[in-house]
């Protein structure tokens, strides 16, 4: 008999939020309907973490533009078609999408403008206003496909999920049980954007009740800590030959589709434990993700699951080009012809 595998595919369905946007076609549904054949050929569930901040602004600036309206029927019809084909969509906030300026001759948005990048630097009522808007909106498109459709996971932007205390009378007041921002040993302390899992537990599902890095074991939530990986310098360098072929040889890219923002770090000597702690912007311990996968690391990846009984991807439409889920699509299919694999985050509490 085979051995069993939890295998988490999650995805951060969004635009570029920096300078450039980029488009509703070329971020979101293009580069996503690539991932869906790939599932369904494996017959796999995913998880869709839908910018809710996005659409909360398409939604007001719909009356206004008609291409707003057009991308809004268009993001909300594809969220639906992901539930109807048995994935999950649940909310992902990136709260300066509050000062986000639309481009109308481009229909892209600017967000340079950070501020208020973490939901700790935005005031109560504009909290209510993307957490409970985000939750109503979700379920006004959904309950469409499934009027049952439950929404009771959350993953924050960016992975400023910390202080919880921020965050815990909107889970609370929504019924969201279930967390998905923690990558676990990794921290990141800049002028916008901060978080700090040094001491996160190294545990794949654990309870928590008030702080995301402390276990509970009766707490209310639950978290679902990110995978991570250390390629070798060979892989390192392996990847970045492939990635640079597939550009200038193939065409196969994603420059230009969208500029993001680039966190600026800070020195910090707070952060102390050894080698299980990362700096993300500077360590060569990697998130496990579909736009990091080439086919140089797809054998790291196997040995991984190899190693591990639960493997929790983190990747986003908007950087994917076709390598990538030509490479995730050879890992899934040598990972199912070894193991028995479980892709239902409700299958594995
Ligand atoms: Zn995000």
């Given at each position: 008999?085979?051995s069993k595998k939890l295998l988490l595919n999650t995805f951060d369905y969004e635009l570029f939020l920096g300078q450039r946007s980029g488009s509703v076609d070329d971020c979101l549904l293009t580069p996503t309907n690539l991932v869906l054949d790939v599932l369904l050929k494996h017959n796999m569930k995913a998880i869709f973490f839908a910018d809710t901040t996005h659409l909360l602004k398409l939604k007001e600036y719909a009356a206004r533009?008609?291409?707003?309206?057009?991308?809004?029927?268009?993001?909300?019809?594809?969220?639906?078609?992901?539930?109807?084909?048995?994935?999950?969509?649940?909310?992902?906030?990136?709260?300066?999408?509050?000062?986000?300026?639309?481009?109308?001759?481009?229909?892209?948005?600017?967000?340079?403008?950070?501020?208020?990048?973490?939901?700790?630097?935005?005031?109560?009522?504009?909290?209510?206003?993307?957490?409970?808007?985000?939750?109503?909106?979700?379920?006004?498109?959904?309950?469409?496909?499934?009027?049952?459709?439950?929404?009771?996971?959350?993953?924050?932007?960016?992975?400023?999920?910390?202080?919880?205390?921020?965050?815990?009378?909107?889970?609370?007041?929504?019924?969201?049980k279930y967390d998905f921002s923690v990558l676990g040993g990794f921290y990141l302390f800049s002028s916008v954007q901060f978080f700090d899992f040094s001491k996160a537990p190294e545990k794949s599902i654990y309870n928590f009740s008030?702080?995301?890095?402390?276990?509970?074991?009766?707490?209310?939530?639950?978290?679902?800590?990110?995978?991570?990986?250390?390629?070798?310098?060979?892989?390192?360098?392996?990847?970045?030959?492939?990635?640079?072929?597939?550009?200038?040889?193939?065409?196969?890219?994603?420059?230009?589709?969208?500029?993001?923002?680039?966190?600026?770090?800070?020195?910090?000597?707070?952060?102390?434990?050894?080698?299980?702690?990362?700096?993300?912007?500077?360590?060569?311990?990697?998130?496990?993700?579909?736009?990091?996968?080439?086919?140089?690391?797809?054998?790291?990846?196997?040995?991984?699951?190899?190693?591990?009984?639960?493997?929790?991807?983190?990747?986003?439409?908007?950087?994917?080009?076709?390598?990538?889920?030509?490479?995730?699509?050879?890992?899934?299919?040598?990972?199912?012809?070894?193991?028995?694999?479980?892709?239902?985050?409700?299958?594995?509490?």
């Open positions: 008999m085979k533009y008609d291409k707003c309206h057009r991308d809004f029927e268009l993001v909300k019809t594809h969220l639906q078609t992901l539930v109807r084909e048995g994935h999950y969509v649940f909310p992902h906030i990136h709260p300066h999408w509050l000062d986000a300026v639309y481009l109308p001759e481009i229909n892209e948005w600017d967000l340079s403008n950070v501020t208020k990048y973490r939901f700790n630097s935005i005031t109560n009522e504009d909290r209510e206003k993307l957490f409970n808007g985000s939750v109503n909106l979700l379920y006004e498109i959904l309950s469409y496909v499934n009027p049952d459709y439950k929404i009771d996971s959350y993953r924050s932007g960016g992975w400023c999920i910390q202080p919880f205390e921020d965050f815990k009378p909107f889970y609370q007041k929504n019924n969201i008030n702080d995301v890095t402390i276990e509970d074991p009766n707490g209310e939530f639950t978290e679902f800590n990110l995978s991570s990986i250390k390629p070798s310098a060979f892989q390192r360098a392996m990847h970045r030959v492939w990635l640079k072929t597939l550009h200038r040889v193939f065409n196969d890219h994603s420059y230009n589709r969208g500029k993001g923002q680039i966190a600026q770090q800070l020195k910090n000597e707070g952060v102390k434990g050894g080698s299980k702690v990362q700096n993300i912007l500077t360590s060569n311990h990697e998130r496990v993700s579909v736009e990091l996968l080439t086919k140089p690391k797809v054998n790291h990846y196997l040995s991984y699951l190899e190693k591990n009984d639960y493997m929790h991807f983190i990747s986003h439409p908007k950087m994917l080009i076709k390598h990538h889920l030509k490479s995730f699509d050879k890992f899934l299919t040598a990972a199912r012809e070894l193991y028995d694999i479980e892709t239902d985050f409700r299958k594995m509490v």
